[in-house]
């Protein structure tokens, strides 16, 4: 069997998905995934069938929407192997990550404590960091990668001391899809008594996550990159750590008793959802981990691993482009074209019916490490085929034409 016939045979939904029309190459389910009909189809029935808000009603219609909100965070849970109550719903892992800095962060964090962080981190996971430290005195580490990409543990095991308190990584990168080895960066922090947050944010989507198995302290991810709607992600933490940590917000749906002269909050994961929350979105996230577990991690991730190896070999054939990233890398794939600016080849590639991202990736350390403004980025999804990866080293040998 070719690889054409393993990857077409091996998952067979882009019927799922009426917003790929045929002929149509998307390439950019890194920065946000397509949505299959069953995520739109459960947003829809939210909206227009079962709406209400939820926790407060006491009419029939508002507790069947909390069960189905509270349903949602019991899927949340199961997709990462952790506790119902250890999730807090957040806007997405952007926030997921600030509250851990500005509650956690805020609270632990000393003068003079340091943090750890990686060379590929997404800004998400650098910028909040810098504001707590700011605010504690705190001070950030990074740890450098290997020569293919990858975080690299050796350097990372060097670096850590007794100061650091947390280490926070990316399990899988958005620019290069280098898969962390998270079980060895769980044993390395907790060796020096330090705390492990993982950004999931690309993982999730691309591979069986276990936070029990792998012992991390906090874990995040964005419903909109595991085929899910927009504005709703979840910070998983043990149930513990979170009962420790101080609300972020405060507002309605958080609170047990309100006076003027002092407030009582509600137990986690209340505590840190302040205001009403996004209901149909919970819901919409849910019926995307539903569809997501129905394909299975282990296929999807199979799947991406075959599209990236095909797709590693067809870009090296295209003379001038440079690969970046370990070959094993989880559904994404980063590359440039000598002497043509990345956003050029989005453009030409776009004509074609391609559509990849060209930029920083929200990464600007990284691609200071590469030497590059930019890089153009592939990636995968469950939808993914062969025919996306011949339409793209099609449309790089017409944008070698046109660039001679
Ligand atoms: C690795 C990584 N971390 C964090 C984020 C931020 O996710 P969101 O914008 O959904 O909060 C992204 C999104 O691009 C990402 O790829």
Redesign the pocket.
């Known amino acids: 069997m070719n690889v054409e016939t393993r990857i077409n045979s091996a998952l067979n939904v882009r019927g799922h998905f009426p917003a790929i029309p045929e002929g149509w190459h998307y390439l950019d389910s890194?920065?946000t995934a397509q949505k299959p009909q069953a995520v739109i189809d459960a947003i829809t029935r939210a909206y227009g069938h079962d709406y209400a808000t939820v926790h407060r009603g006491v009419y029939e219609r508002s507790a069947a929407m909390t069960q189905s909100f509270e349903a949602a965070r019991a899927a949340a849970a199961s997709l990462i192997g952790g506790a119902e109550h250890e999730i807090v719903f957040a806007?997405?892992?952007?926030?997921a990550i600030n509250l851990v800095a500005q509650s956690w962060g805020g609270t632990f964090l000393k003068r003079g404590d340091r943090i750890l962080l990686s060379a590929l981190e997404?800004h998400?996971?650098i910028v909040p960091w810098q504001i707590v430290a700011a605010r504690t005195g705190a001070l950030i580490d990074v740890c450098p990668l290997t020569d293919d990409g990858q975080i690299d543990l050796d350097a990372a095991e060097a670096m850590l001391t007794e100061k650091h308190k947390l280490v926070a990584f990316?399990h899988v990168?958005?620019v290069l899809g280098s898969i962390l080895d998270a079980k060895r960066a769980a044993a390395l922090a907790h060796n020096v008594g330090a705390k492990l947050l993982l950004?999931g944010?690309?993982a999730a989507p691309r591979l069986p996550v276990d936070v029990a198995a792998i012992d991390c302290d906090f874990y995040v991810l964005?419903a909109?990159?595991i085929y899910g709607p927009t504005g709703i992600?979840a910070l998983w933490a043990r149930a513990g750590i979170l009962d420790s940590m101080p609300p972020y917000q405060g507002g309605g749906a958080m609170i047990d008793r309100v006076t003027f002269e002092k407030t009582t909050y509600l137990p986690a994961p209340s505590r840190f959802e302040a205001g009403t929350p996004h209901i149909a979105g919970a819901i919409g996230f849910h019926a995307a981990i539903d569809w997501t577990r129905a394909i299975g991690l282990d296929a999807l991730h199979a799947h991406e691993t075959a599209l990236v190896r095909e797709a590693r070999t067809a870009l090296r054939s295209v003379p001038g482009v440079t690969l970046f990233g370990p070959e094993d890398s989880a559904g994404i794939v980063s590359f440039a074209l000598a002497g043509v600016h990345p956003h050029d080849i989005g453009t030409i590639l776009d004509d074609e019916g391609v559509a990849i991202r060209a930029g920083h990736h929200?990464a600007q350390p990284l691609m200071d490490l590469l030497g590059v403004p930019a890089t153009a980025r592939a990636s995968f999804a469950a939808h993914s085929d062969a025919a996306d990866i011949e339409a793209l080293v099609r449309g790089l040998h017409k944008v070698k034409r046109i660039f001679g």
């Open positions: 890194a920065a806007r997405g892992a952007t926030e997404h998400s996971n990316a990168s958005n950004d944010c690309q964005s909109h990159k992600g929200c």
